[in-house]
Nanobody
C-alpha cells in the first residue's frame, strides 16, 4: 500500500513557475514508477509526465514538453513536477500516481495502469 500526498499548488499568473511535490508513504517508493496527471473542469484526466523507478527515464505530454520537468528523490520518497512558463490552459487539478513496475527504466502514460493516486492539488493560472 502506498499513500500519496501532493502539495505546492496555487494561483499564479501566466508565465510564472510553480513546483509541485508528491510525498509517498512506505519504504517501497523506489519500486514504483511515478506519474503526474491533470484534470481540468469538464475534461477527462490527462497524462502530464512520468519518471522511471531509477529516475533515468522520463516521458512528457507534448503540451508540457520543454516547460515541465519531472524528477524524484528516492531517499525522500518524493516526486516533483517543476512547471515553468505556465499558461491559463494549464489550470487543472494535478494528481500524482504510483505504478508498480518491475523494470527500473519503464514508464507508462496510461492512467489505468497506475496503482495508487493522491488526492490532487489545484493549479490555477490567470491570464
Amino acid at each position: 500500500q502506498v499513500q500519496l500526498a501532493e502539495s505546492g499548488g496555487g494561483l499564479v499568473q501566466a508565465g510564472d513557475s510553480l513546483r509541485l511535490s508528491c510525498a509517498a508513504s512506505g519504504r517501497t517508493f523506489s519500486l514504483y514508477a511515478m506519474g503526474w496527471f491533470r484534470q481540468a473542469p469538464g475534461k477527462e484526466r490527462e497524462f502530464v509526465a512520468a519518471i522511471s523507478r531509477s529516475g533515468g527515464r522520463t516521458y512528457y505530454a507534448d503540451s508540457v514538453k520543454g516547460r515541465y520537468t519531472i524528477s524524484r528523490d528516492n531517499a525522500k520518497n518524493t516526486v516533483y513536477l517543476q512547471m515553468s512558463s505556465l499558461k491559463p490552459e494549464d489550470t487543472a487539478i494535478y494528481y500524482c500516481a504510483a505504478d508498480r513496475v518491475v523494470s527500473p527504466d519503464y514508464v507508462r502514460r496510461v492512467a489505468s495502469e497506475y496503482d495508487y493516486w493522491g488526492q490532487g492539488t489545484q493549479v490555477t493560472v490567470s491570464s
